[in-house]
């Protein structure tokens, strides 16, 4: 809706930016400038500050469903809610499965405890139905009904009530014709005796029950839905299965209308301008279920297939897509574009600050890297995915974790295996910042002279720059103040502010704010306040014309 396209412009940029559709090419590159820096708690606020917006004249209900598989971002956004104290009429509602929950040890129920704990929530158990209220549905679901009397007692019996398996037992006897519309009016299509409500035991049970009740065509177009993933196109459907394009769309079309297994998503227009179907399972629970039934070497060529379509399809704009093409090529036994697409995947998710989401991401791009043979080139990916991986796991462990040091040793190791410059700049960076929080600072020490040997070397301005602003930070951890403002100095005529405009993204602090915050306080050791004072003015201005929120803390 425009207004809200406009509320967003004005209150959430970054949102904005990630819903490409909904701007042009120029307004893109306008909000990349404007947001470049910004922070993951940018992202919490802008998204509180529009959800206050769009609330002034109207109340909003936001409804996030199945929780238990939620991820951390959405995660932090509901405790990000839930702790806002300015008025807004938001109501906010989400579902889950607790018994799920506790037996995947999912983060939601730490943080839903906690928000009971403090009274910023409700939790309404959703109990069983009692016969009546069975009734209560049908006369809902099907009104001027004319079902005999038993037909309540029959579905509660069978199904004790619980409305996942009510529900599905329900569409079940719709989905059989054994309920009928007729004369304006829903009845059953046989006597209540010969009724069979045909709900099993599990979930599982009851989905194979109802692919029975498909044709073959629509078993096979399910199949290959669920290899393309819980939403999909059907341009994908066609690519994994190898059937007509016309039968996808008139599959799906059906199954959404009659509502079995997929729901419509409308129309997607994929950046050829082509516009496709786009369906979704109505819950994941059919999807695992239809996956399972696909043989394992046949799914592998599917999943190949989707993925090199994909890959086609979107071409330079493959890395808006980069975490589902990674999947695919993964499940695909392609590991080497798997690998290259988790990597792209990593460095969205960093961007949008979901970091724990880049850790993981680029974890299981390492693992697909060992599934290769050694070579030069698989070294160079496993550099460029290590030094990847630093930046998230130094945000979500810290700078001195042991994690951070193995990931930074092993770094080195292929560096000096592939003789690479290119990446020691940032090896070295994060190496030195391990030691220098560990409180290891000969070891820094050393990793900062071998930043101006090779410096020397190479003849790189860089590399000088972050020796002496290295050299800079251990001096002043150890007290040695006239040292660390001698090289504050020397790294400061080597810096160069155009250049080092996006280092905050990579190495997490920019130097221009940094160098001078650890001079102010060098400064004010030597007793010189006044020096002291107008560095530290120097780093706040910086750090506010760059919008960078690590620099300003």
Request: charged share 25%; proline share 3%; net charge negative.
């Amino acid at each position: 809706h425009p207004e809200v396209i406009d509320i967003l412009r004005m209150h959430a940029p970054m949102w904005l930016l990630q819903m490409s559709s909904l701007v042009s090419a120029s307004e893109r590159q306008a909000l990349s400038r404007e947001v470049a820096g910004a922070s993951r708690e940018r992202m919490l606020r802008e998204i509180g500050n529009a959800l206050e917006a769009l609330t002034e004249s109207l109340p909003l209900v936001l409804i996030l469903e199945d929780l238990q598989w939620s991820d951390y971002s959405t995660l932090d956004l509901i405790s990000f809610l839930s702790k806002q104290r300015q008025s807004a009429h938001l109501m906010v509602i989400g579902t889950d499965r607790t018994a799920e929950l506790i037996a995947s040890k999912h983060p939601l129920r730490a943080i839903k405890q906690e928000l009971l704990a403090k009274q910023q929530c409700e939790e309404l158990a959703l109990e069983y139905l009692s016969e009546t209220e069975v009734a209560e549905y049908l006369a809902i679901r099907f009104p001027t009904n004319r079902f005999p009397s038993g037909l309540a007692s029959l579905i509660h019996k069978r199904t004790e009530g619980n409305p996942l398996f009510m529900v599905h037992a329900v569409n079940h006897l719709l989905n059989s014709e054994l309920i009928v519309e007729s004369d304006e009016s829903w009845k059953l299509g046989v006597d209540i005796e010969a009724v069979e409500v045909g709900v099993p035991d599990s979930i599982k049970q009851l989905i194979e029950n109802q692919l029975d009740h498909l044709d073959a065509e629509q078993q096979r177009i399910l199949h290959a839905a669920s290899v393309a993933g819980t939403e999909f196109s059907t341009l994908a459907i066609a690519a994994g299965s190898g059937e007509d394009r016309a039968v996808i769309e008139r599959g799906c079309s059906e199954l959404a209308r009659r509502h079995q297994f997929l729901k419509d998503y409308g129309i997607q227009v994929l950046p050829n301008g082509e516009a496709v179907g786009r369906y979704g399972f109505i819950h994941a629970i059919y999807q695992n279920m239809l996956y399972e039934r696909v043989p394992a070497s046949r799914r592998m060529q599917m999943h190949r297939r989707i993925a090199e379509l994909g890959e086609a399809v979107y071409g330079e704009q493959s890395r808006e897509i980069a975490a589902k093409l990674a999947l695919h090529f993964e499940r695909g036994r392609d590991y080497k574009r798997a690998a290259k697409y988790l990597e792209q995947a990593a460095e969205n998710s960093i961007r949008r600050f979901a970091y724990r989401e880049a850790v993981s991401l680029a974890r299981r791009g390492l693992e697909s890297l060992s599934k290769l043979p050694d070579s030069a080139e698989r070294a160079e990916q496993e550099l460029s995915l290590h030094l990847t991986l630093g930046v998230p796991l130094i945000a979500t462990e810290g700078y001195a974790a042991s994690d951070v040091g193995s990931v930074y040793v092993r770094a080195r190791e292929l560096c000096q295996q592939l003789g690479s410059l290119t990446d020691v700049s940032e090896v070295l960076w994060g190496l030195r910042t391990y030691h220098t929080l560990r409180a290891e600072f000969a070891t820094a020490h050393e990793i900062a002279e071998e930043f101006l040997r090779a410096a020397g070397r190479f003849g790189d301005r860089e590399l000088t720059m972050r020796g002496h602003w290295a050299l800079e930070t251990i001096f002043l951890h150890q007290g040695k103040f006239t040292l660390a403002l001698e090289h504050y100095d020397q790294a400061l005529a080597f810096y160069d502010p155009t250049r080092h405009r996006d280092d905050a993204f990579t190495y997490a602090q920019n130097p221009g704010v940094a160098m001078r915050c650890f001079a102010a306080w060098a400064l004010w050791f030597v007793g010189l306040p006044d020096q002291a004072l107008a560095r530290i003015q120097e780093a706040v201005v910086l750090a506010r014309e760059s919008s960078d929120p690590h620099g300003l803390a």
